[in-house]
């Protein structure tokens, strides 16, 4: 049997500033590592010689490599518009185009007219069968992998990838039951909450080669007592496996309500968890539904102080453009996280993603003023606001977010937090770094917020100033 050449891609885009990697060297902690596409690798036959190309580290030239057999796009709905650039480019070699992800099961259709087979949900029980088909020259035009079992998940092929990231990363469990209403997560694996088996987590772990890695799970502790039983045994045998190596991951707030929980995860390795707070006031958590549950009523800063007693850094993160979100909000989330007291903050700006109940809303209301599709979906970035926000124009949402960042990441406020975990010898150099990212990204961010609004002001505002 002769070799067959396979190229997996995960396609950039130059919107997204996180991902400017030379700009800033502080960049080179917030990129993240394609697992989908290590997935797929994992789950491919060896007759393949698979290649995984992560443009956010330079777009190869494609023109000058050996042509492939095959090649498979990943892609978020914000790199959609890349991924047809990259498919178109190898159709007109006469290479076939695979594509799967979130993005090609939200927007099937749009996405079946420019590939040659779309995977819909997870891959994991399928891939397999779409390389034999594509081997055998009878690919299918549509594939769907449903939600996948998490003994069929693979261990990532972390091998593949440069040695150019700070984090590796790794997934433990997939779904979420809280089904927020901006979120695609639910929508995406589903709200039945599964985990991988604990002893190939374990090995895996061990197969990372970075010091550092991102536990990628939505949830890592899941919300019920199971759940949090099953975190435990976890982080009892990582801690067993003596990994070497700190990880962060994401949690909702109810990491904090368990200490041996969190003895557990510091001992595992656990060095930071962001969590999404979303809004700053109850009328904005309501909104969205899901964690507002895990939220109302909860002395918040309590809760952080006791996840940070245990050296594990939280990093909060809000959504701005809710519609109870009013001028000052900016001012109002930099305040609220400074008094929650986290050591960084993300605050992104409320978007419509496809296939979620927050689409479907403001579609009906014609608040998606950016909709000639596809090119529009590279501002999905949640760093542009692509609504129409209830009480906030163009330049009140932006004006908000530039007060916050500024406010949040100012040279006091980075200086007192890094103080605080020198003090209480909390990761100081993984809180100065955090900071300093995304201070160093504030005149670029700025400068995109200008840009978008000279070219955009008058379609999402119809030129209405506050
Ligand atoms: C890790 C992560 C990131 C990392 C990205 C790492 C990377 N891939 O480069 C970082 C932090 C950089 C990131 C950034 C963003 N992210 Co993000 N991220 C995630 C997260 C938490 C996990 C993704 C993951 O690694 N999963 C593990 C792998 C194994 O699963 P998978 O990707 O689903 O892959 C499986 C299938 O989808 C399928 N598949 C995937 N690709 C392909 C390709 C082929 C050919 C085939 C056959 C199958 C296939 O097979 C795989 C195995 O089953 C998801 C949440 C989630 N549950 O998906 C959000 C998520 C994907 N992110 C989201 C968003 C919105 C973003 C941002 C746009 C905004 C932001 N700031 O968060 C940015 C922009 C990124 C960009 N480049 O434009 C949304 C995407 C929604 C959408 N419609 O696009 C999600 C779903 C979260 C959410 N709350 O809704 N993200
Ligand atoms: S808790 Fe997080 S992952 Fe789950 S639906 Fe809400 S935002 Fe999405």
Request: with cysteine; glycine share 8%.
């Amino acid at each position: 049997m002769h070799a067959v050449r396979l190229y997996l891609i995960n396609p950039c885009n130059p919107l997204v500033s996180i991902l400017k990697v030379k700009e800033s060297r502080w960049n080179r902690y917030r990129v993240w590592k394609p697992l989908s596409l290590m997935v797929l690798a994992g789950l491919t036959p060896a007759e393949w010689e698979t290649s995984i190309m992560d443009e956010n580290l330079g777009v190869p030239d494609y023109s000058a490599l050996p042509r492939p057999d095959l090649v498979g796009i990943t892609a978020f709905t914000s790199q959609a518009n890349r991924a047809y650039e990259v498919a178109d480019h190898f159709r007109r070699l006469g290479v076939r185009v695979v594509m799967g992800g979130i993005h090609a099961t939200m927007c099937l259709d749009e996405v079946l007219e420019r590939v040659d087979a779309v995977v819909t949900r997870e891959a994991d029980g399928i891939w397999p069968q779409v390389l034999e088909d594509a081997r055998q020259g009878r690919l299918q035009r549509r594939y769907d992998g449903g939600f996948a079992q998490m003994t069929d998940v693979p261990l990532a092929r972390h091998d593949l990838l440069s040695r150019g990231y700070a984090f590796g990363a790794i997934q433990t469990t997939r779904g979420c039951p809280l089904n927020c209403s901006f979120c695609s997560v639910t929508a995406f694996n589903g709200a039945h909450y599964r985990q991988r088996p604990i002893p190939d987590v374990v090995c895996e772990f061990q197969s990372i080669r970075e010091k550092r890695v991102l536990v990628v799970d939505d949830n890592l502790i899941g919300t019920r007592p199971e759940h949090i039983a099953r975190a435990k045994d976890l982080f009892r045998a990582l801690a067993r496996a003596h990994l070497r190596k700190e990880w962060i991951a994401q949690a909702t707030i109810n990491f904090a309500d368990d200490e041996e929980l969190l003895a557990l995860a510091a001992k595992a390795g656990c060095s930071g968890v962001f969590i999404g707070f979303e809004s700053p006031a109850p009328e904005g958590l309501r909104e969205y539904g899901g964690k507002f549950s895990l939220l109302k009523g909860r002395d918040i800063r309590a809760s952080v102080r006791r996840i940070q007693r245990h050296k594990i850094l939280v990093a909060g993160s809000f959504i701005m453009g809710l519609d109870a979100d009013e001028p000052g909000i900016g001012h109002r989330i930099a305040e609220t996280a400074r008094r929650y007291g986290v050591d960084n903050l993300n605050v992104l700006f409320l978007t419509p993603l496809p296939g979620t109940r927050l689409w479907d809303q403001m579609k009906s209301q014609g608040r998606i003023p950016l909709d000639t599709l596809p090119q529009d979906w590279k501002y999905y970035t949640l760093t542009y606001p692509v609504a129409r926000y209830q009480h906030l124009s163009l330049d009140d949402i932006v004006q908000e977010m530039v007060s916050c960042s500024e406010t949040f990441y100012s040279v006091p406020g980075i200086f007192r937090r890094v103080l605080r975990s020198f003090w209480h010898r909390r990761k100081p150099w993984i809180s100065l770094a955090g900071n300093l990212s995304y201070r160093g990204n504030l005149r670029r961010d700025a400068e995109a917020y200008a840009c978008f609004q000279r070219q955009w002001g008058n379609r999402v505002d119809g030129g209405k100033k506050s």
